[in-house]
């Protein structure tokens, strides 16, 4: 399972280096265009904004199952290691509950406003939610995988 997470992580690596790219693209543009023709594009901004959120999703599960996200262990490093399992599997219950909650508040909004486009480039809710999801999908997994392994006891490298 350690596998298959690595190797998803790859790939939302690189469809975030994608979005990241084109989040630089929009922004240049719009400098360029703001400096020197004294004009922007809201459809550059909305998508700027959508190519920093995107990332943001798809990153974060990607940090947390290579275990290269913030993590503050100062207390934790000088608790015997019987309680230090306790901690993580408390840490890790609490990310897969907090997966959880959004991908079930995400359903719930898209219950309603599925079909509402954004409103610059119109694109619907549907499509724009496919990189949250999948960035909290594979976060729930993740910290899933990680809680099963605290509560076994087992340690798997990074």
């Known amino acids: 399972m350690h596998t298959f997470l690595r190797r998803t992580g790859k790939y939302f690596e690189n469809i975030s280096l994608v979005f990241l790219l ?9 400098i360029i265009m703001r400096n020197f023709f004294d004009s922007g594009s809201v459809k550059l901004e909305e ?16 940090l947390i199952v290579d275990k290269q996200h913030i993590i503050v262990d100062l207390f934790i490093n000088y608790l015997p290691s019987k309680v ?36 610059a480039l119109r694109m619907p809710n549907s499509i724009l939610y496919i990189p949250i999801v999948l960035g909290l999908l594979f976060m729930a ?16 490298a990074p």
């Open 47 to 62: 998508l700027a904004r959508i190519c920093l959120v995107s990332l943001v999703f798809l990153m974060v599960p990607v």
């Open 84 to 119: 230090r399992r306790i901690f993580e599997a408390v840490i890790q219950s609490l990310s897969f509950g907090l997966a959880v909650f959004l991908l079930y508040s995400i359903r719930q909004v898209m219950l309603r406003n599925w079909s509402v486009s954004t409103p």
């Open 22 to 30: 084109l989040l630089l693209a929009c922004v240049l543009i719009q």
């Open 141 to 156: 997994l993740g910290t899933f995988v990680y809680l099963l392994d605290a509560i076994r006891n087992k340690e798997e």
